[in-house]
């Protein structure tokens, strides 16, 4: 165990999706201290260099926090489509009804919070 008593630090959230880049402009938009991670110079030598023309086109597209603060959402190309519910999901807090008018769509509407799915199908909780 680490000298602070830690064991690990949550450093990313990923996740796989068909469509990294339209999947990232979904929660960009969604989460209101987030943004796509710019791409510089060097960053667009580096994509071309890989064969990768457009960052529409790029198989990972992360968001950060505005702040700088952590966590990273990491946003990566994965080709097998999504079979069943979510082993893991985000809580997030906020008005729910503007989601759907970025591409989410309610799946459950609870007491205390709504489930709605992401463009892919991805499930999140949106607490008021």
Request: aromatic share 8%; glycine share 8%; charged share 25%.
């Amino acid at each position: 165990m680490a000298a602070s008593g830690r064991v690990a630090g949550l450093r990313d959230i990923v996740i796989d999706t068909h469509r990294p880049a339209a999947l990232a402009r979904f929660w960009a938009s969604a989460l209101d201290d987030y943004e796509i991670a710019p791409y510089d110079d060097e960053e667009l030598a580096r994509s071309r260099a890989m064969g990768i023309d457009s960052p529409e086109d790029d198989p990972g597209v992360m968001l950060l926090r505005v702040d700088g603060a952590g966590p990273r959402i990491f946003l990566t190309f994965f080709p097998e489509p999504k079979t069943m519910k979510n082993r893991v999901h985000v809580d997030v807090t906020g008005d729910h009804t503007t989601l759907p008018t970025l591409g989410a769509v309610v799946v459950a509407d609870h007491d205390d919070h709504v489930i709605l799915a992401d463009p892919e199908g991805n499930e999140f909780r949106v607490f008021p």
